[in-house]
Structures are given as C-alpha cells and as structure tokens.
C-alpha cells in the first residue's frame, strides 16, 4: 500500500511539474509576444486591446442598420423586459451616481446566464484594472510621427474620422478648434477692464486639481476678439518657475501669455490639451453617459412597462446604453482603468474633477432653472451675445427633433392634461428629477443646491407641464445622438498627441508615447457600431390604436407656429425621417461650400448632421 501511494505521489509531482512548467512557457511566450508589440510600460492597455478587437470582430458581424426586415430580430418585442427595480453598481469617483448592471440589458437574457464563460468575463472585466498603473516617460523622438506611431499599433481598431484636420497647430486652428470644433459649446463672453468684451473658453477649473509626479498640470483660458482671432490665454496651470520652494509645487498666480509672445506655441498647446481632458471627463463621460443618458433608462425600465407608449418610443434612443455604461464603469472610471491610464489626475484629483463636474457642464443645466429647449437656450446665449454656427445648426437639429416628439405625444394623449392620469409617466419624471437632484454634492447634504427640476411646475397648468415633458424628451435624445457626437467622437483631436494629449511632461509640446496609445486605445472605444439615426427603421415597436387611428384632430406645433393633422406614430417616424435626410443633405452641402467662406466662418461644425449620427451612445 506504502508503494502504491509512494508511486501516486511521484506521478502526481510530476504532473504537477509538467502542468507549472506548461503554464510557464505559456505564460513566457505572451509576455514575448506583448513585448514584441513596442509598447510603453502598457501590458493593461495590450490586455484591453486584445479583449476589444475580438469583441470588435464580433459586433461587426451584426447588421450595421435597423432596417424595416431586420429590426425586429435586434430589438424584439417579446423581449422587452418588465419594469423592475435594476441592481446596480455605484460608480468609483463619481457623487451618488450608480449604474444598472449590464445583465439587465434590453433585448438580452443575461440575468440566466450562469455558465462558466460568462462568469470567467465579468471577473476578467471586474478585475483588469488591478493591473498596477506604472507610468513611463518615453518622448517621441525629433524627426518619429507620433500619428504613424499610433496608428501602426492601433489602425486596425481606430475609428475612422470624417472631419479633416490638414492644419492643426496655426492661431488659425485655434479659432476653428473653439468656434467650430470641440470647444464651440463652451463659448463664453468676458468683459475686460478696459471694457471691451472678448470670447473666452476655458479650462483652469482643472488648475488646482492635483497630477502625478512627472506630469504638467493643466490649464487655460484662452480669449478672442470679436473678430475671433486669437488674443491671450490665460494659464494657471503652468508650474511655479520662479524659485520659490514655499509653493511646495503648486501653481503661482495665472500666467498671462500674449499672441504671439514667447511660449505661445506652448500655451496653445497646453489649451487644447486641456480642453481635450475637460470634454472628455466632463462633458462627455460625466454629463451624457454617468448623468442624462444613465439615468433616463433607469427610469425608463424601473418605472415604465414594455407597453407604455414612452417606453416603446424611447427605446431605439437607449439601445444597449446599460452595458455601454456598465463598460464605463469598468473600463473608464474605476480606479486603475482608462481614466487613470489616460490622464495625469493622482486619484484624489479624479475625484475633485468628478465632484465638481456637475458645475462645470454647460448645457443648460448651468441655469437654474435648466434651460432644456435649445431655441430658448440658444437666445439665452444671444442675450450674452454668443451667436455662433455651433449653435444656429444645433437648434435645426433640435426642432426636428421636438418635432418628432410633439407629433408622437400629440397621438398617444388626446388632451395635455391627460399625462397628468398617466401614473407611470409621474413616476417617470419623478425619478428623473430626484436623480438629477442627488448627484450634486450640497443637495445630497441638504444644503442649497442650483435646481435641477425639469418638468415640474405649478399643478395641473397643462399647457407649461406639457410642453416641459417635450423638452425633457426632446433633450435626452439631442443629448445622446448630436451632444455625444460632439463630445465623444474626438479621433480627429487625439490621434496626434501633438495637437491634444491628455498628458505631458511639464515644458512638452506632445505626449508622452504611453500617453499616445492610451488615448487611441480610449477613442477606439467608439468603433462599436450603434444604429445609425438616419436610414433606420424601428416602427415595429410602436403600437397602434384603431380608435386614435380614426380620429380626425389636429395639434399645435410651437416653433413652426402652426397647426397639422395628428399622425399616428408610424406616419410620424416617417415624417422624422424625412426632416432628418433633408437636414442632412443641406448640411452636406454646406460642408462642401463653406470653405468659401470668409475667415473665420469658413469650416464645418458636422456634429449636427444626422449622416453622422447614432440612435445612441456608445462608449
């Protein structure tokens, strides 16, 4: 018996040997084979690439549109799920702000899946960004691309821009950048001492906020005249030069650089980099993802049923937003992930720059109260004297927009004051409202707080609380097709670390070539194809009513200033249809004309054509 066990053990020990000397071979050859990639101290950024190319191969193989044959296999009926409370994930960084977990997913049997597959992704994704953050400092060399660099490693999964950047780094690029480009929603007017008034958009809210050793810190307003052309920039980012060991590092008093003075070229730099970094964090991953587009489907799926006519219309304009979130979660803002990996914020810095983001948006929540409908926001700007291009083409878009969402209402309550019955609708708005309340740090604590009620007004006043329900629809869905577009889809700023780079080392004009590929790693996110806004067909969700099918009425339109037939919400898709290809065709053509223009009017803003658009976020 002794021998026998004495033979067990020995081939078992050997078994073992052989299975630790497999593994390690294994474990070897893809250490070789991540080194031979060439890429900076980035083993996290190469597990990541690798897991989202094949989810990339994968989500290509679905069909790119919903068209009329094939929507109803995307986005069943009979899988619409019952309106329950959602479990959730509170969100690292981020104030009161949780996100449903993606097993609740629309149009997906999650929740069921047990299998040995499934849980092996959600540890690999719950747990990868354990992998310990270690920053490098390797500099593009003189004469090395940085944007060859970049697209050799990651071409195959870069998305592919549409706007054509030829010239990026001249005072006129300045301009476009804040007037027609990223910075065109964040233009604001400043009066100077002497009294002249100049545009300004800035950026050293992110000043104080702590970085990493090695790292610059961020900063700049920059300011133009009425004639946009470039004036100052004002920076109180930039690092202490002037000996002082009693600032222990911290900024001195702004630094005021003039056009074309020495260190321009710098403080332009340090500008649009900066910039990069506040539209990313605020605008687009806090303002559209963490807060509107994350808590309209909560509410939407805790507190209205598969049959609810809101719920059914809403749909296509939340496709797949629960995992898109839950992925943010994950992969952008816990800590260790992309927004660590990508930006110079020590963890303490990420979440100053989250608490304060809530102040920071400027969509019109920075009103109080907020200013949903862009016609009145956009004359609320005028008043400051902000007319831009931006602007004129986002409320076309946005009255196509409401005008879908009007018509739609107009069939489904037959009186204004019949949403007032609607116990689900209520609830609704109801959630939508506390929510928006709660994420802001001093109403959570009971202090005063900017309001933040959207359809709330006196009771039973039909017309106001009516005509407040378009505009909270209306703005979700403005928000999550042309507001992300504007926001998310920045690949044309960030594949050249020279032109935006979420870090640098302090007195670079680039970033660094870790920083190069983690930014177009981030930006890849956005390759996953969501359907597109113009050209698709989701009319099967809607349900039609013989009886409101047989009424003759008709309904007010308010920004045309004019009554028409109601439609049945069929008749109204395709009326929406119809506005957006004609919006987009006068768009297209006017991107190919402008350059006519005179400066500084002469570039496209794209953002609000819906050739570009999706029904809705992506990452």
């Not at 920053?135 to 195959?156: A, H, Q, T």
């Not at 907020?370 to 831009?388: A, F, H, N, S």
């Not at 590929?517 to 996110?525: D, E, H, K, N, V």
């Amino acid at each position: 018996m002794f021998a026998i066990l004495l033979v067990v053990s020995a081939v078992a020990a050997g078994a073992f040997l052989v299975l630790v000397c497999l593994l390690g071979i294994v474990l070897t050859l893809a250490w070789v084979y991540l080194w031979s990639w060439n890429w900076p101290n980035s083993v996290y950024c190469q597990i990541l690439y690798l897991a989202y190319q094949s989810q990339l191969f994968k989500k290509l193989k679905e069909p790119p549109e919903l068209t009329k044959e094939n929507a109803p296999k995307v986005m069943p009926l009979e899988k619409m799920k019952e309106k329950a409370s959602l479990e959730k994930y509170s969100v690292p960084y981020a104030f009161n702000i949780q996100v449903p977990k993606d097993k609740h997913e629309e149009f997906k049997d999650l929740e069921n899946d047990k299998s040995f597959k499934r849980r092996l992704q959600v540890k690999f994704e719950e747990n990868i960004s354990m992998w310990p953050v270690r920053d490098n400092f390797d500099c593009f060399k003189e004469r090395e691309c940085p944007v060859k660099y970049v697209m050799d490693r990651l071409g195959s999964i870069f998305p592919r821009g549409y706007q054509e950047w030829k010239d990026k780094l001249s005072d006129e690029a300045l301009t476009r950048f804040c007037l027609h480009g990223l910075g065109a929603h964040r233009v604001q007017v400043e009066k100077q001492e002497d009294g002249t008034e100049l545009y300004v958009v800035r950026t050293n809210a992110l000043a104080a906020l702590p970085v990493r050793k090695g790292f610059a810190r961020y900063g700049g307003d920059a300011y133009f005249d009425k004639d946009w052309k470039p004036v100052k920039i004002v920076d109180a980012g930039r690092e202490d030069t002037s000996g002082d060991s009693s600032r222990n590092g911290q900024p001195s008093q702004p630094v005021v650089t003039l056009v074309h003075s020495e260190h321009w070229a710098e403080a332009k730099f340090r500008f649009r980099s900066s910039l990069a970094v506040l539209v990313t964090l605020v605008d687009h991953l806090y303002a559209i993802h963490l807060e509107t587009a994350n808590i309209f489907v909560t509410a939407l799926r805790e507190q209205l049923s598969p049959g609810h006519c809101l719920r059914r219309f809403l749909t296509p304009f939340t496709y797949q937003t629960i995992t898109v979130n839950d992925n943010c979660r994950n992969n952008l803002v816990s800590r260790g992930s992309m927004s660590t990996r990508c930006f110079a914020f020590t963890d303490i810095g990420l979440e100053m720059a989250f608490a304060a983001a809530g102040t920071l948006v400027r969509n019109g929540f920075e009103c109080d109260p907020p200013i949903l409908d862009r016609v009145r926001y956009v004359q609320y700007l005028k008043d400051q004297g902000i007319d831009t291009p931006f602007w004129r083409d986002a409320v076309q878009y946005w009255q196509v927009i409401k005008r879908y969402v009007w018509r739609y209402l107009a069939y489904c309550y037959e009186h204004k004051g019949d949403i007032f019955a609607d116990e689900e609708l209520m609830a609704f708005f109801k959630q939508i409202e506390f929510q928006y309340r709660n994420v802001m740090p001093m109403a959570a604590m009971g202090i005063s707080a900017p309001n933040k009620e959207l359809v709330t007004c006196s009771p039973h006043d039909d017309e106001k609380y009516y005509g407040r329900v378009v505009d909270a629809i209306s703005f979700f869905i403005y928000t999550v097709t042309a507001s992300h577009e504007h926001a998310g889809s920045v690949e044309s700023y960030v594949q050249d670390p020279t032109f935006c780079a979420f870090k640098w080392i302090p007195g670079h004009m680039c970033g660094t070539k870790q920083t190069a590929i983690a930014q177009a790693l981030l930006m890849s996110f956005t390759s996953l194809p969501k359907p597109p806004l113009l050209g698709s067909d989701w009319s099967h969700l809607f349900e039609l009513d013989p009886d409101k099918s047989q009424r003759v009425a008709e309904t007010w339109i308010p920004d045309d200033r004019k009554y028409e037939r109601i439609m049945d919400p069929c008749a109204s898709f395709e009326a929406f249809q119809k506005e957006l290809r004609e919006l987009a065709d006068k768009f297209t053509k006017e991107e190919k004309e402008v350059e006519r223009n005179n400066h500084p009017y002469n570039y496209p803003v794209y953002v609000f054509n819906p050739t570009y658009l999706e029904t809705s976020v992506s990452v």
